[in-house]
Nanobody
Framework: VQLQASGGGLVQAGGSLRLSCAAS????????MGWFRQAPGKEREFVAA????????YYADSVKGRFTISRDNAKNTVYLQMNSLKPEDTAVYYC?????????????????WGQGTQVTVSS
């Protein structure tokens, strides 16, 4: 699978952005999808995941209540709506494909990383 993330940019603290990730292939609807981020000098960290059906989601504590992950299987696209952005959300955001028909969302179970999209939040 190939993943193409977009939607990043520069925004002031308190603002919003919506990231999109378009996937190639016909089996998108069979896989968990996730978003991760990597800030300068830090390791990549998990942000959010969504079940193949969209019925379940899971968030890192740092973004819970501010970010929303969603997907449109007809469009082979996963989204990350980011509200109330903070400077500490500044990072390169990556989408990734997780397990097939399994909710085992350990970070090691994600692969097929797309290229990242830069999100910068100014204070």
């Amino acid at each position: 699978v190939q993943l193409q993330a977009s939607g990043g940019g520069l925004v002031q603290a308190g603002g919003s952005l919506r990231l999109s990730c378009a996937a190639s292939g016909r089996t998108f609807s069979m896989y968990v999808m996730g978003w991760f981020r990597q800030a300068p000098g830090k390791e990549r960290e998990f942000v959010a995941a969504i079940r193949w059906s969209g019925a379940s989601t899971y968030y890192a504590d740092s973004v819970k209540g501010r970010f929303t992950i969603s997907r449109d299987n007809a469009k082979n696209t996963v989204y990350l709506q980011m509200n109330s952005l903070k400077p500490e959300d500044t990072a390169v955001y990556y989408c990734a494909q997780g397990p097939r028909f399994s909710w085992n969302i350990a970070a090691t179970n994600f692969d097929s990383w797309g290229q990242g999209t830069q999100v910068t939040v100014s204070s």
